[in-house]
């Protein structure tokens, strides 16, 4: 809650538009950007894996990424309705973002196909035991959500755009929001069309590519 802050508004760090990629690039290029960051990684001797990502995003693919943890722990939690515009259609989302998030026993997949060979599952697992993994500023698109969840100072129907905590996202003026100063979430099951945080470690990173479906539920 696969897996999320800032405070503009989300229409201003993520521009609408479409893709050219065929279904083949969606599935090899995320590929392709954390191979890379974890070769560079593992090169210079730093564990675990961290990842800086930039609050600018191309547009969406609009491919489903499935999300799973044990738990999911966090504070400076906020939610409130969105469009998320991708190569496949607009679709209305939930946005989940915390500020501070830990995942414990965290699978991300993403299930494509490749024309003229099939299905292809993109894969990644880390979090495993007593180290979590930790994002920063971490926001969620979604249009699926499941689990057992506890809220601590919840405020529920405030208007997205004036939540009251510093580095909590904003979203537009008038939507129905609701936040939180801290939640928590076991057995998260999550679908998701975007993921994205200012800082993702991912201690115990395991990646696999394979032919075929294979996603974390």
């Given at each position: ?6 405070g ?45 990502i ?26 409130y309705?969105?469009?998320d515009?991708?190569a ?5 989302q ?8 830990e ?6 997949s ?41 809220f601590h ?18 979203g ?12 928590t ?28 479906a294979?996603?974390?539920?």
């Amino acid at each position: 809650m696969s897996p999320l802050i800032r405070g503009t508004s989300r229409s201003d760090r993520r521009p609408p538009g479409r893709t050219s990629w065929t279904r083949t690039a969606v599935v090899l290029v995320p590929v392709l950007a954390v191979s890379t960051a974890v070769a560079v990684g593992a090169g210079a001797g730093v564990v675990p894996v961290s990842f800086a990502i930039s609050p600018t995003t191309t547009a969406l693919s609009g491919q489903n990424i499935q999300i799973a943890a044990d738990r999911l722990t966090g504070t400076g939690f906020t939610q409130y309705v969105t469009i998320d515009h991708t190569a496949e259609g607009d679709f209305p989302q939930f946005v989940s973002a915390i500020a501070s998030a830990e995942l414990h026993n965290l699978c991300q997949s993403v299930v494509g196909s490749v024309p003229g060979f099939g299905q292809v599952t993109l894969r990644i697992s880390a979090g495993a035991g007593d180290k979590p993994v930790h994002a920063d500023q971490l926001i969620v698109d979604s249009d699926d959500l499941s689990g057992d969840a506890e809220f601590h100072d919840i405020r529920i129907g405030v208007d997205a755009s004036r939540t009251d905590t510093e580095g909590r996202a904003q979203g537009p003026a008038g939507a129905v929001g609701q936040q939180a100063e801290s939640v928590t979430i076991d057995h998260l099951r999550q679908t998701t069309k975007s993921v994205s945080a200012a800082t993702f470690r991912l201690n115990g990173l395991h990646m696999t590519v394979k032919k075929g479906a294979d996603p974390c539920f």
